[in-house]
């Protein structure tokens, strides 16, 4: 069964959130924001939805039609290194990891999983001919300082899935 895609907005005390789902139907798509949202927000949930599958712009097309025909129904992402991607896990939340060179600098990707976080890393950092790059993935939130906490929950909760980085000014950002 080919699944639809459909744009959520939710509009929260503490302002508002937007992401995708994958459904078969609209009243599948809503069946999900209940049970996977409103459990954990009971206070200021109005939610629409949009269905945005014939729509979306021909910028985000990346593993599009994969998504359609083979994801469960559930959470999807955007991710400009690697498209579409599922959240597979029981729990939707996105995940923050700090990827950290040997030899260079610290990396943040959010992602459903660390296997689609080194995806991303691997599409985006640069290869010098001949020389290896060893890296480790961590868990970004285990040692993150509570100041740079700031909007990073609101992005965990949807996304997008790609490399963050973290400005004094405005808090966490997705790189282009």
């Known amino acids: 069964m080919r699944m639809k895609l459909y744009q959520l907005e939710i509009k929260r005390v503490s302002g508002t959130v937007k992401g995708y789902i994958v459904a078969p139907s609209e009243e599948r798509a809503a069946e999900l924001v209940f049970e996977l949202f409103k459990p954990d927000h009971p206070e200021g949930n109005d939610f629409t939805l949009a269905r945005v599958d014939e729509t979306i712009t021909d910028d985000k097309p990346d593993g599009l039609d994969n998504l ?28 923050l990891f700090r990827i950290e060179e040997v030899k260079g600098p610290q990396t943040y990707i959010i992602a459903p999983d660390a296997d689609v976080a080194n995806a991303i890393y691997m599409n985006t950092v640069t290869l010098v001919d001949g020389e290896p790059k060893l890296f480790r993935i961590w868990n970004g939130l285990a040692d993150l300082p509570a100041e740079r906490m700031r909007n990073l929950k609101s992005l965990l909760e949807f996304g997008p899935v790609g490399v963050v980085t973290f400005d004094e000014k405005h808090g966490w950002s997705l790189e282009d």
């Not at 025909?69 to 991710?79: L, Q």
């Open 68 to 95: 359609l025909e083979y994801a469960p129904a559930g959470i999807a992402s955007y991710s400009n290194v690697i498209g579409w991607v599922s959240h597979v896990a029981k729990l939707p939340a996105l995940h």
